[in-house]
């Protein structure tokens, strides 16, 4: 293997890393705008953040 | 400091609660959902907290929004209380304020949409109003940022301090000399701030406002006494007294307050629309019209929504795009002169095809008679001139890069175009090359060609090369294509959202819910769950009965998520580009299972019962500013951005390694995938989908993974169709459905179909078990779902086979069984209570 | 006469709402008070959408029956 290949799996692995540490850290993504552990209420979306 | 923010529904609290803190939370035009108080910081205010407090029309105990709102008034005690009341709707909006008057917390009244008053020509007469309430009133426009710091910097001034003893008059004579009994009573029992309000309390017979206060039960057996003479002299109950002595109340100071202006015509607009959008004909068809609509403009051929996917599919994700303005024909000289870039691509295909079918017949004439070990593989370099001027490739057509079929003449006649390659046409062919597409306008290179570029120079190896493009950039790039298509749905969701028209298909929706015994209310989750089911799931909590609760949950996230619109645009994308309502009618068989399904259940003894009745305030319609429907589109849009980074590209790149590896841990050719993990494992359960039309590995693994995260199903699609004939993924997609079925457009809609309504993702699935709050329950609800996704996908599978000639077979028979059994449990005599 | 019977466009003045539940209450707080004007602004298959306090609320007609005038 080539250093150049070497540094892209390394690059990636690190990127893959970093997306798991952000969902353990800041909760799952969720499709309408935040995070589960931003609000506490599994996701931080209408439930908290949509008001009349 | 904390300062609580209180008001009704729809007086503008969340556009004030954005300005005061300079956050951007969505501002809606319908009834809320919100059961839970949001905490901001006052800009240029550190140690000021503001608490935007779901909103209310009472401090009842009827509603778990009121509960909220006045357990934490109650316990909490913010330093001071800032209601908001509309000036356009001042009548019903007092209401809360002498509520929240006798609570003896500090408070300023501040009357919004003060805009709106003098528009109308109409008058309050602020002084007279602060004056009659007791505390400070203020004239505020929240939405043009009118008198908002005032607002703050005069809550601010009253924090913390006491309050006037003497508020205003509301009750009469008997119902005071009541109250004052029953606040001698309660002295020492609770704190003398709180006392006129747990008087009142106590009075109405509030025995959950009598439980928090911890009132002593002798005191209350003590007063009941002076609220039964008090009901006989009024000859009603003395929680009605208290209420219909507060609007007279309201009645008499508004009358000193409130000028009306003679030529306010009041809603008569919001009025006319309400005659056409709930007609008791047209309601339905205008709704169903409207998702029509907003599908078209998401994924029908020739729409916006496609022309952007297929921007970002292919330019910005894929290989790259002209600027727009700057694309012109080709003006260097040479084959393509004059072309425009799309005729030269098309040219270049032709002149390929025409190339490699000519190379076909030259070699399988001059192999001819020749034994299997001396054939010739490859071109010679020279070639046979005499030979050669004989050969004519017929039949020589272009495959269409989604489709793979060959492209039909344009003009109209079905037969494709076929054309003959003599030995001169071949030569010619041999010239061309591929496309310069700088040459054709300012070419911006797209993020997928700059990573195979970039990977290229970095000498990568190919398997490094196949991970990073195929596994990790492929499956989010499969997911990022259709961020358009998102973007436009809840473009025009948010402005059905917000401009009123919502809260009127509730009301339309409550007819037909009716039937099954679910009240319009439970709509409202449904139509959260149009963007995602987590919220939709949530927002059931405001349903007060407990069956319609549960009921609500397990039917709520049938309705098609923002995820599952991923799905459903790549599917009309590549499979359905000439049926407009395939799109449309996802989200009509979401409501139609929700119907009947809801029927189904009503019938067993679990659900059986009358439904809630139904009330509900319906906004005024108003044109939904700009800024209101762009923050909420970005929210939503912005939580695909994040998924697609933090769950799919690691789930990609899991993926890749167990396809691209076998048990062993071995290094798999692209030809061996089918020995990788992945194949291995999805083998194992792809017999549960043979029926369904899509019971290969791949279909079982893009089912399975579609758990993670609904868009999931998509780019795992991508990823195990990579190896698939054809040129775009598109084009893999639609070869791999053709590989699983002779009928590849039944085993698409089936695989749709069975995603789309099958349970939602791990999260969806997490909250509805505790939302349900027994694990019974939860299993009941996933395996109801998993059920209805089955059956229908079966159904669509087998009847469609059926009836397009593929015969009758044993999952024939069963799926007519599986329909006929459920058309007894919609239609059989229900259970009579 | 209860609410529910009265024809579209036309005004009327509470005299009651029958009953003594949680529906009530909620009623009473939307305004559906004894005293208090409403006009009836449509109706939708038995539901009502009832003019009251200058806002148009939506009322089902199980509940607009028991609403008197």
């Excluded at chain 2, 005729?343 to 295909?349: C, I, L, P, T, Y």
């Excluded at chain 2, 495959?399 to 003009?411: C, L, M, N, S």
Aim: a negative charge; proline letters at 4%.
């Amino acid at each position: 293997m080539s250093v150049g290949s070497i540094a892209v799996v390394v690059l990636l692995f690190a990127l893959v890393g970093f997306a798991l540490w952000r969902n353990f850290k800041k909760g799952t993504p969720c499709s309408c705008g935040g995070s589960s552990k931003e609000c506490g209420c599994g996701c931080c979306c209408s439930c908290c953040d949509e008001e009349a | 400091m904390k300062i609580a923010l209180a008001g009704n529904p729809n007086s503008g609290k969340t556009t004030l609660f954005n300005d005061l803190t300079g956050s951007s939370q969505y501002v809606g035009n319908w009834p809320g959902v919100t059961v839970e108080k949001k905490d901001g910081v006052l800009s240029g205010h550190k140690d000021v907290i503001i608490q935007d407090l779901p909103g209310i029309y009472s401090l009842s105990p009827y509603s778990l929004e009121e509960v909220v709102a006045r357990n934490y008034l109650v316990n909490e005690k913010p330093d001071a209380i800032l209601n908001i009341v509309d000036g356009s709707n001042l009548e019903r909006n007092l209401y809360l304020t002498t509520q929240l008057l006798e609570l003896g917390l500090p408070m300023i009244v501040a009357v919004n949409m003060i805009d709106i008053v003098r528009k109308n020509g109409d008058k309050i007469d602020l002084e007279r109003l602060s004056k009659a309430l007791g505390c400070p009133v203020i004239e505020i426009s929240a939405l043009k940022g009118e008198g908002t710091r005032e607002a703050a910097e005069l809550v601010l001034s009253v924090a913390g301090k006491g309050v006037k003893e003497d508020g205003p008059h509301v009750f009469s004579g008997s119902v005071e000399h009541a109250l004052a009994h029953i606040e001698e009573s309660l002295h020492g029992a609770v704190e003398k701030a709180t006392s006129r309000w747990a008087a009142i309390k106590v009075f109405e017979r509030d025995v959950k406002a009598i439980d928090m206060l911890n009132v002593p039960h002798d005191i209350i057996e003590h007063v009941e006494e002076h609220i039964k003479d008090c009901e006989k002299e009024m000859e009603d109950d003395a929680e009605s007294i208290i209420t219909t002595q507060r609007y007279e109340y309201i009645q008499r100071i508004i009358g000193s307050v409130f000028k009306r202006s003679l030529r306010r015509t009041s809603a008569t607009l919001s009025d006319k629309i309400d005659r056409i959008v709930t007609h008791r004909i047209l309601a339905l068809p205008i709704f169903i019209l409207s998702l029509c609509a907003m599908w078209w403009l998401a994924v029908a051929e020739g729409g916006p929504g496609t022309k952007l996917t297929d921007w970002a599919n292919d330019g910005f994700l894929g290989d790259g795009w002209h600027l727009p303005f700057t694309a012109h024909e080709c003006r260097a000289d040479g084959l393509y002169k004059g072309m425009e870039f799309e005729d030269a691509k098309g040219e270049f295909a032709k002149q390929e095809a025409s190339k490699s079918k000519w190379e076909e017949a030259y070699l399988e004439k001059i192999n001819e008679g020749k034994p299997d070990g001396e054939k010739v593989e490859k071109m010679p370099e020279k070639i046979d001139e005499a030979i050669a001027k004989t050969i004519i490739a017929k039949g020589v057509f272009v495959e269409d890069e989604e489709t793979g079929e060959p492209v039909a003449k344009e003009d109209n006649e079905d037969e494709p175009d076929l054309w003959d390659v003599d030995y001169a046409a071949y030569q010619k062919a041999t010239e061309y090359e591929e496309p310069d597409p700088s040459a054709f306008g300012v070419w911006v290179p797209g993020i997928g060609a700059l990573i195979g570029d970039g990977l290229e120079k970095l000498g990568v190896n190919d398997t490094v090369k196949s991970l990073v493009v195929d596994g990790a950039w492929g499956g989010v790039a499969t997911v990022l294509g259709f961020v358009p298509i998102i973007c436009l749905v809840f473009l025009f969701l948010s402005f059905l959202e917000d401009c009123g028209y919502m809260a009127r298909v509730a009301l339309i929706m409550d007819r037909i819910f009716r039937r099954f015994g679910l009240s319009g209310k439970s709509f409202i989750p449904m139509i959260v769950g149009k963007g995602c089911g987590v919220p939709a799931v949530m927002a059931a909590r405001t349903i007060e009965s407990e069956r319609d609760r549960r009921m609500t949950i397990i039917l709520a996230t049938f309705i098609p998520c923002g995820a599952k619109t991923v799905i459903i645009a790549m599917f009309a994308a590549v499979f359905f580009r000439d049926m407009w309502y395939v799109a449309p009618l996802m989200d009509v068989i979401g409501i139609a299972i929700i119907v009947l399904g809801g029927i189904a259940l009503k019938k067993s003894k679990a659900f059986a019962g009358e439904a809630a009745p139904f009330m509900m305030e319906l906004p005024a319609y108003h044109m939904p500013t700009w800024r209101g429907v762009m923050i909420h589109t970005w929210n939503r849009v912005k939580g695909y951005m994040f998924k697609a980074g933090c769950i799919i590209f690691p789930a990609c790149v899991l993926l890749w390694f167990v396809m691209h590896f076998d048990f062993k841990f071995n290094l798999l050719e692209d030809e061996q995938i089918a020995e990788s993990m992945l194949a291995t494992m999805g083998g194992w359960i792809a017999w549960l989908f043979a029926p369904l039309g899509f019971g290969t590995w791949q279909g079982a693994a893009a089912s399975v993974s579609a758990e993670i995260a609904k868009e999931q199903a998509t780019a795992t699609l991508g990823l195990v169709a990579a190896g698939m004939d054809g040129a775009s993924t598109a084009a893999h997609v639609s070869n791999l459905f053709a590989s699983m079925s002779s009928f590849p457009k039944l085993a698409a809609m089936s695989f749709m179909v069975f995603n789309l309504f099958v349970p939602p993702c791990m999260v969806a699935i997490a909250v509805t078990f505790r939302e349900m709050g027994s694990k019974a329950w939860g299993w009941f609800a996933v395996a109801f779902q998993l059920f209805v996704g089955y059956t229908l996908a079966l159904s669509v599978y087998q009847l469609g086979m059926l009836i397009a000639g593929g015969g009758f077979g044993v999952w024939t028979a069963i799926a007519i069984l599986v329909d006929l059994w459920c058309l007894w449990m919609i239609v059989r005599p229900g259970r009579s209570e | 006469m209860p609410l529910s019977a009265m024809e579209i466009g036309t005004k009327h003045r509470i005299k009651g709402v029958t009953g003594n539940d949680a529906a009530r209450k909620r009623l009473e707080a939307l305004g559906f008070v004894e005293g208090m004007e409403v006009e009836i602004v449509n109706k939708v298959a038995g539901n009502l959408i009832v003019g009251v306090l200058g806002s148009r609320v939506a009322v089902c007609g199980a509940l607009a029956a028991r609403i008197m005038v």
